[in-house]
């Protein structure tokens, strides 16, 4: 699974980052940074909801 | 063909939905309602429509357009009509929400947890001081978000009052008063925000004229119209969720005990009150800019959308046992703090204070009760927000 952020759609909602911790952070301005853009297997639900949850669409995965 | 539906209803309960949406969820999850004015709106009640709804590129927040829908009188004052950040599509709403985005993050509401903590602690020492019964509205629900706002903005807490008072008008007041407690909140933040552009203080107002009106990003006026926005927006929903929240609680003791036996499910506690409490009742009033198809519906441009959170947030396609009230569910998805750009600037504000709030009241105020029947409890508000006058508790001190 590979994870991608759109800083430009972020919202700063922080939905990721309460969701999966270990894969999104926020910087400065609020903004989504993807510290491990490629979770394993244990974080992939995790991301999953992530992104469902994401109100700015702004997350994608791939396999 | 079925006729549309009057919307919004109150409700006779202060934490279920009124009688009248079960059958307005059965039409849904698109269907048309009558507007008090007469007209007709469509209305999304489906929780994964309402997802697709608000973000979907076709649907403006354009309150000046002549197709907007018009829920109650007091919406058509020209204050409402021209909120800064609510009635904007982007690019513009995009651009005032980059200004504030830092100051609300969840990163940035992650810092001041210690600060909240100890203003609850505060509230809640005066209520165990007090001793039983109690007013919850007075003691907590209506002054914490109150002064959190306060001291985020740099606005002196001193005139909480004022601020509580025209909020609550501008939100459930008639459309006189709505317009005059506009009017006079405008007329406070003109001198407040001169005072800041003139010699800035620590707060956001004071940050953002430092940083976006000293460099001509933005006026004053537009300063006032971001704190106008932020100050009712504060005043309002989390206080209200905090009295529905803890009433619900108190109708569910054995969901109150597994609680308070498990204080570790108290985050997901707080997701299911604002699921099941649906304090914005409507979550989003719209227009569409362009055509929209949606749930096999062809909404066309002009025509008003509104988006009911009360019953998105119970809809059987995706909530297991939609009407319980479950403390430790796992599906707790709701559309409260809205979806899309527009989703709530402040709700990682919201939760940290409910959560810090429910924390100290449970643990620090045992058998805690309601101290009058539930059907007594003075209800306000109906498409907005929902609220309680009072909320009476008592507790074994």
Redesign the interface.
């Known amino acids: 699974m590979r994870v991608t952020a759109d800083r430009e759609r972020c ?4 939905r990721c ?2 969701t999966a911790p270990d894969v999104f ?2 910087d ?4 989504v940074l993807v510290t491990h853009p490629e979770p394993g297997a244990a974080e992939q639900d995790l991301v999953t909801e992530a992104v469902d ?1 994401c ?3 702004a997350l994608e995965v791939s396999l | 063909m079925t006729e549309a539906p009057p919307y919004p209803q109150n409700r006779t309960c202060p934490y279920q939905p009124p009688e009248g949406y079960r059958a307005i969820g059965e039409q849904g999850p698109v269907l048309k309602v009558t507007l008090f004015d007469g007209r007709e709106a469509w209305m999304v009640t489906g929780f994964k429509e309402s997802r697709e709804i608000l973000t979907h590129p076709n649907l403006s927040s354009q309150r000046t357009h002549p197709g907007f829908p018009i829920v109650a009188p007091r919406f058509r004052s020209a204050i409402a009509r021209n909120l800064a950040l609510i009635a904007m599509d982007p690019p513009q709403h995009d651009i005032y929400r980059r200004y504030l985005n830092p100051h609300f993050s969840l990163k940035a509401v992650r810092r001041m947890r210690d600060d909240i903590e100890q203003v609850v602690r505060d509230f809640v020492d005066k209520i165990v001081e007090h001793g039983p019964p109690a007013d919850l509205i007075s003691m907590l629900a209506v002054p914490l978000p109150s002064l959190i706002i306060c001291r985020h903005l740099g606005v002196p807490y001193e005139d909480h009052d004022f601020f509580q008072d025209s909020s609550g008008k501008i939100m459930l007041g008639s459309e006189e008063d709505s317009t005059s407690a506009g009017q006079d909140l405008v007329d406070y933040l003109d001198k407040m925000t001169r005072r800041e552009i003139d010699n800035p203080t620590e707060g956001l107002i004071g940050t953002l004229a430092r940083e976006r009106v000293q460099t001509g990003e933005l006026t004053q006026d537009d300063l006032v119209a971001i704190a106008l926005v932020l100050l009712i927006a504060a005043h309002e929903t989390t206080s209200s969720t905090l009295a529905l929240g803890m009433i619900t609680l108190l109708e569910h003791p054995e969901q109150y005990a597994r609680l308070r036996a498990d204080m570790s499910l108290l985050p997901k506690a707080i997701e299911e009150i604002v699921r099941y409490v649906s304090t914005t009742d409507l979550v989003a009033v719209r227009v569409a800019k362009g055509d929209i198809e949606i749930a096999g519906h062809h909404i066309e441009a002009g025509e008003g959308v509104l988006v009911s959170g009360t019953i998105a947030n119970r809809d059987g396609a995706v909530h297991q046992r939609p009407e319980e009230f479950d403390v430790a569910r796992s599906d707790t998805h709701h559309v409260t703090f809205g979806f899309g750009i527009h989703q709530c600037l402040g709700q990682n504000l919201a939760r940290l204070q409910l959560e810090l709030a429910f924390e100290q009241l449970i643990t620090r105020l045992p058998d805690l009760r309601l101290a009058v029947d539930v059907d007594e409890l003075p209800i306000h508000g109906a498409g907005t927000v929902q609220r309680v006058l009072n909320l009476p508790v008592a507790w074994s001190s």
């Open positions: 919202i700063s909602a922080g980052m309460a952070d926020q400065d301005d609020g903004i949850q109100p700015a669409r």
